[in-house]
């Protein structure tokens, strides 16, 4: 995400997920899990597609419930057409959880009681408007089992919108 946004879900996300659980930045996940021997070839098609994609639009929609958290839906056709790409050259490596076309969102909370999830669905929705999200770039993370590690991120800086 842009800096502004990042700053201002990393706040959200301090604020109410669960601190021994919050061990990453604010992000739209695209996929949970690719094999650690696909990371060089990931890295060659995630710096082809920055190199000649402009940063895809993306817009914040709603809130919506998690059962015991909270998130925020994006709808970007343009990055659902990045991860369909990225997808194609990954399928036989997909797990069943990634095989499926993502509900684009940022997680702010999760794995709470869910009666403090509906608490701040109620809050968050009561003044959600919609707006732009700035998209720059794509990265890839090592889970090390707590902390995540970042393995490398690209910005986008084509001229052309999609890819």
Wanted: proline share 7%; glycine share 8%; aromatic share 8%.
């Amino acid at each position: 995400m842009g800096a502004a946004d990042q700053r201002h879900f990393d706040a959200l996300r301090a604020r109410y997920f669960p601190p021994d659980r919050n061990v990453l930045a604010a992000h739209i996940t695209l996929f949970h899990q690719l094999p650690p021997s696909a990371l060089g070839e990931l890295e060659r098609l995630i710096r082809a597609i920055a190199a000649d994609t402009s940063p895809p639009a993306a817009s914040l929609r709603g809130i919506y419930s998690l059962g015991r958290g909270v998130a925020f839906r994006i709808e970007s056709p343009a990055l659902l057409a990045i991860r369909t790409r990225m997808a194609e050259r990954f399928a036989g490596l997909l797990t069943a959880q990634d095989r499926g076309t993502p509900q684009l969102h940022i997680t702010i909370q999760n794995k709470v009681d869910a009666g403090r999830a509906r608490a701040l669905f109620a809050e968050l929705d009561r003044n959600f408007r919609p707006g732009p999200l700035e998209i720059v770039g794509l990265a890839a993370h090592h889970y090390r089992g707590g902390p995540w590690e970042t393995a490398f991120a690209r910005n986008f800086r084509g001229a052309r919108r999609g890819y």
